[in-house]
């Protein structure tokens, strides 16, 4: 047994929702149902743009610069993980619509159960055809929804029987799980380092293109909508900052392949950057 892959990662990951549910609220929910326009444009960017813009990346640059097959896999998979705890604190920072980007955050992690596998799956079968690993789908959602959904509903769960106690130890436990978050993402880089030098042409670019691209697309489709400028922010920051803790867990630990996780980990680092540049601006733009 891989004791890092099968027991710290879940066990972290799990920690980092559980301390996103501490700070959720019912009320987060019924919020999607009373804010449906934003609600769609989030969630339509996060849980359908992005895979997409993955794919047809991916295909775009195989076609022209080639790539190797584990390695496209694991950039749909990073854009099949969608939320996580940093999507709302920058979204906090950048003074943005926060109650929209935990509900859009809360909703997408309770739907990632059921659409990570079917994400990775078609990814699998398109890369790496008959050699695909097998990922079974009720494992998965099995598997994600433990690791993932039901620690979300025991944050929550325990907000909701003692939340004076909750709102004591949730800013404790949200800098510890962004703590755990930064210590996984900087332990696969260093695990993986040999992989990341040997590819790297193939992952920065492309890791680049697509965060760019995926924010550019939540900004594009927020103005569309015409939402208003903390929305979009909110939406921006959704659609860019990805669970990298939980993409670094589905090409570790469900499907064992330590090329899948090189994407997931510099996506997960170099995002920080991009969303930094984009929350500076927004708050220099806020002031005037």
Aim: glycine fraction near 8%; hydrophobic fraction near 60%.
């Amino acid at each position: 047994m891989n004791v890092v892959t099968d027991i710290v990662l879940p066990g972290a990951l799990a920690f980092i929702m559980f301390s996103m549910g501490l700070s959720l609220r019912i009320g987060d929910f019924k919020r999607v149902l009373d804010q449906p326009r934003a609600a769609i444009v989030g969630l339509t960017a996060q849980m359908v743009f992005l895979p997409l813009v993955a794919f047809a990346l991916v295909l775009v640059w195989r076609a022209v610069f080639g790539i190797n097959p584990a390695l496209a896999v694991g950039f749909v998979i990073i854009a099949a993980c969608p939320g996580g705890v940093t999507s709302n604190l920058m979204t906090h920072m950048a003074r943005g619509d926060t109650a929209l980007s935990i509900s859009l955050t809360a909703v997408s992690s309770v739907l990632s159960a059921f659409t990570i596998p079917l994400i990775v799956n078609a990814a699998t079968a398109l890369f790496l055809g008959a050699e695909a690993p097998p990922l079974p789908i009720l494992g998965t959602v099995a598997g994600v929804f433990a690791i993932v959904t039901l620690p979300v509903m025991l944050g929550m769960l325990v907000r909701g029987l003692a939340s004076h106690a909750a709102e004591r130890v949730e800013p404790v436990c949200r800098r510890a799980a962004i703590g755990f978050f930064v210590v996984i993402v900087l332990a696969a880089v260093a695990l993986e380092w040999r992989l990341l030098a040997e590819n790297f042409l193939d992952v920065v670019p492309l890791v680049l293109l697509l965060n760019l691209s995926t924010m550019a697309i939540g900004w594009s489709a927020a103005r569309g909508a015409r939402l208003t400028r903390e929305r979009t922010i909110a939406i921006t920051l959704e659609a860019g900052l990805q669970n990298g803790t939980l993409a670094v867990l589905i090409a570790a630990t469900f499907l064992a392949d330590e090329t899948m996780v090189v994407p997931g980990a510099i996506y997960s680092i170099l995002m920080f950057f991009t969303a930094g540049l984009f929350v500076a601006r927004a708050v220099r733009r806020s002031a005037n």
